[in-house]
């Protein structure tokens, strides 16, 4: 089975950096996906890590390590609009599944 | 980006009735789409995933005979809640695959929709 651990709640000020970090334990890995949702939205993809590394796009970067079973999502110059729930999820070896973190909250303040 | 859309986006329902849920590719072709069910403040919970043309594959303990699944088309599947009880009032959202994207591919999230059963 899958089993992924990340903290459920974060908060920042406008400008700030949040990382939130993400653990994992799988029988079959593909890579790495990160979710922003909004109360009450579906979520939007933010960003894909199958390879060791970090993966920029705009104010946010993720970042994975396969042998550490370990993530991260870097959200840079906090805006108020990035108050939402952040899910990573897991691929499964076949590619198609996605098992969801149990989600962090962020809440920026002024 | 790939649009996936769902519908209604909220139903009110009683208790014994059956609700059904409409998930659309709208332009993109979908041979995989996927059920998922949320929680207030929870996190995602994968119920099943919809194969065009073959039979849904459920994940453990969710029950195939409550929550029907139907994949028509390359563009539509649709899940069924029926004899609905309080108990499965939740958000129900679909996600969609975009194969045309290959290794990077991801999936495509409808808006959900809120079941509430009375």
């Known amino acids: 089975g899958q089993s992924l651990e990340q903290p459920s709640e974060v908060t920042a000020v406008e400008g700030a950096i949040v990382q939130i970090n993400c653990t994992y334990q799988?029988?079959?890995?593909?890579?790495l996906s990160w979710y922003q949702q909004h109360d009450g939205g579906a979520p939007t993809f933010l960003s894909y890590?199958?390879?060791?590394g970090l993966e920029e796009t705009g104010r946010f970067s993720s970042f994975l390590s396969r042998s550490d079973s370990y993530g991260y999502l870097l959200l840079q110059e906090l805006q108020m609009k990035d108050s939402a729930s952040y899910f990573c999820?897991?691929?499964?070896?076949?590619?198609?599944?996605?098992?969801f973190g149990g989600g962090t909250r962020v809440l920026v303040k002024p | 980006g790939a649009v996936v859309s769902q519908h209604p986006s909220w139903v009110i329902c009683k208790s014994g009735t059956s609700v059904k849920i409409e998930c659309r590719s709208l332009?993109?072709?979908?041979?995989?789409m996927f059920w998922y069910r949320q929680f207030p403040k929870q996190s995602l919970m994968l119920m099943a995933t919809?194969?065009?043309?073959?039979?849904?594959?459920?994940e453990q303990g969710v029950e195939k005979d409550k929550f029907l699944i139907n994949h028509a088309s390359l563009t539509l599947s649709t899940l069924t809640v029926t004899s609905a009880h309080p108990e499965d009032s939740s958000f129900y959202i679909c996600?969609?695959?975009?194969?045309?994207?290959?290794?990077?591919?991801?999936?495509?999230f409808g808006p959900g929709t809120r079941l509430t059963v009375l």
């Open positions: 996600s969609a695959r975009d194969v045309r994207q290959g290794v990077t591919d991801t999936q495509y």
């Open positions: 799988t029988s079959g890995f593909y890579g």
């Open positions: 890590n199958a390879l060791d």
């Open positions: 999820a897991v691929r499964d070896t076949g590619g198609n599944k996605l098992t």
């Open positions: 332009d993109f072709q979908a041979t995989t």
């Open positions: 919809s194969n065009e043309g073959s039979k849904a594959t459920y």
